[in-house]
């Protein structure tokens, strides 16, 4: 093969290349973004559709919030309108929130 020949050889195989390299090295960002992707749409069509959709949401921002800040802050605001909601419901049933208990600290005496 002679020099001409392999320069046009590494021209022709040079996008394939490109694009070989960024899915070796962004291949866990792809697959989080895909996975998350589906997730949320297949919880947005369980809204009209049966299912548990809400939860299939929530999860599929849980999975897109380990690789973009976005979602973790949508998923931090869903859990604090989680709790105002969980506290409004037993407020309302007359019974009071009860504080959340810490692990480390072991059981109450």
Do not use: C, H
Not at 4 to 10: D, E, L, P
Not at 102 to 107: C, M, N, S
């Amino acid at each position: 093969m002679s020099a001409s020949m392999s320069k046009v050889v590494r021209w022709v195989w040079f996008p394939f290349d490109v694009t070989v390299r960024f899915m070796l090295r962004n291949g866990k960002r792809i697959a989080v973004t895909v996975g998350g992707v589906v997730l949320l749409a297949a919880g947005l069509a369980m809204m009209v559709l049966p299912g548990p959709g809400i939860l299939v949401i929530v999860v599929g921002l849980a999975v897109l919030a380990t690789e973009y800040v976005w979602a973790q802050r949508m998923l931090n605001f869903t859990k604090e309108k989680a709790e105002q909601a969980k506290n409004k419901v037993l407020r309302r049933n007359g019974q009071a929130a009860a504080p959340v208990d810490d692990p480390e600290a072991g059981p109450r005496s």
